[in-house]
């Protein structure tokens, strides 16, 4: 089974903090990709990458970069955080080889700036 | 800009009947995936169902069955049997040409004792 890990489940950060969150997933996928979740607007895509220091721009990258530097690891940014950045942080990965475009995700990172 | 519509944000059901859960989507492409993700509370997004387009047969898996209408861009879940374990966030997914992910907005789905 494919496994994406978050490192944290919850997070409490103030305002103007760098914030790093981590994925990693075990499968040797090459797509993966950063969301948030809010309440009535579903999944929405910050940056994803296809592969070792490729990225690419989402629907809602403003505040945010990303850091792909090994295959199995792609870190979520937050330069200096903003109470408006308060959400559920979601990592999926998928893979080429699967012609599905099935992504797997992880459990979440629930992320409170003050 | 492609996009997911789930125009039901909440939903409950007793146990033991069956449900319909809508999405629509907006697409020019002639084959694709279509998914059903379920986000049960504080636990991980896992999917349900998918549908490739060009497929006339509509999928299933165990109690979840989805009706595909490709004409109409229509592509509703149906959970049979509903059980106390299938309340959740439901999350109809497209992906657009590259890879990435679309989703709608989500139904809350409540099953009911």
Redesign the interface.
């Known amino acids: 089974d494919v496994k994406v890990t978050q490192s944290s489940r919850y997070l409490v950060k103030r305002t103007g903090e760098k914030v790093f969150l981590e994925c990693v997933q075990d499968m040797d996928h090459e797509n993966m990709f950063w969301y948030r979740q809010d309440p009535g607007l579903g999944l929405r895509l910050i940056y994803f990458s296809y592969d070792v220091k490729m990225k690419e721009k989402g629907d809602i990258p403003e505040g945010y970069s990303v850091s792909r530097e090994k295959k199995e690891r792609f870190s979520l940014i937050l330069e200096s955080a903003s109470t408006n950045q308060t959400s559920m942080y979601l990592c999926a990965s998928s893979s080429y080889r699967e012609v599905t475009d099935t992504q797997y995700f992880g459990p979440g990172t629930r992320l409170t700036v003050l | ?1 492609q996009t ?1 519509t ?1 125009s039901q ?1 909440e939903m409950s059901v007793q146990e033991a009947e069956t449900v319909t859960l809508s999405c629509t989507y907006d697409t020019s492409e002639s084959n694709y ?1 279509l ?1 059903w ?1 379920k986000q049960p509370p504080s ?5 349900v169902i ?1 549908q ?1 387009a060009y497929k006339q047969q509509n999928a299933t898996e165990n109690r979840f069955s989805v009706n595909f209408q490709k004409a109409a861009k229509s592509f509703s879940l149906k959970i049979s049997d509903s059980q106390l374990g299938d309340t959740a966030m439901y ?1 109809c ?1 497209k ?1 657009p040409l ?9 139904t809350r789905l409540t099953v009911k004792p």
Not at chain 2, 43 to 47: D, E, V
């Open positions: 800009a997911v789930q944000p995936y998914f993700y636990r991980q997004m896992i999917l998918r490739e999350f997914a992906p590259l890879n990435d992910m679309r989703f709608g907005a989500g």
